[in-house]
């Protein structure tokens, strides 16, 4: 009977420790993105938009686009509105994957970056001649930019996954159900 108010006590003290431990590591995140991760399109955008659960600040060089063939859009003046943030480009590049990449602060005073992936069906028209810088200027910014951080990186920096959490919050439960039964039978 003791050993079955134990397990019972325990059970909860674990189900309370995961769900005080859930509102402790919720952050915000990107909630939608325009163009839409996975999104194929037949034309490219002159914008880009990206929606999070809570307001943000913008980080240096907040967005970058890339593409196949080392295809590098030019990303213009980032700006955000609360928890919008929109920024002008203008798509340079062949059919294929390309990659938005982004880097804002959460209030919570987080970074976060990450990226979201999706399809041109048809090549990137190059700017008119009136609008196109010269060579030279194209390439500098190209070979002047900091690398981007890696495609799967979703995770705001300095924060610890969630399935770690619960990994450990399913270790200290099992931890102490082994120390219960241990004291139970000593005890009988």
Do not use: C
């Amino acid at each position: 009977m003791r050993f079955k108010r134990f397990g019972a006590s325990l059970l909860v003290t674990g189900l309370a420790l995961l769900g005080a431990a859930a509102p402790a590591m919720a952050h915000s995140e990107l909630k939608s993105s325009d163009p839409a991760r996975g999104a194929s399109l037949a034309t490219p955008p002159t914008q880009v938009k990206l929606t999070f659960s809570g307001p943000v600040t913008l980080a240096d060089n907040p967005i970058q686009i890339t593409g196949p063939e080392n295809a590098s859009w030019t990303v213009g003046r980032a700006e955000v509105a609360d928890t919008v943030v929109t920024a002008p480009v203008q798509a340079v590049g062949p059919a294929g994957e390309y990659t938005l990449r982004y880097k804002v602060t959460f209030d919570d005073s987080h970074a976060a970056s990450g990226s979201v992936k999706f399809n041109l069906s048809a090549p990137a028209a190059a700017p008119s001649s009136s609008q196109a810088p010269s060579s030279s200027q194209a390439q500098a910014p190209a070979s002047s930019a900091t690398p981007a951080p890696q495609a799967d990186e979703t995770t705001p920096e300095g924060l610890v996954p969630t399935w770690v959490w619960i990994v450990l919050a399913v270790a200290v439960v099992l931890a102490g159900l082994v120390v219960a039964l241990r004291f139970t039978r000593r005890k009988d």
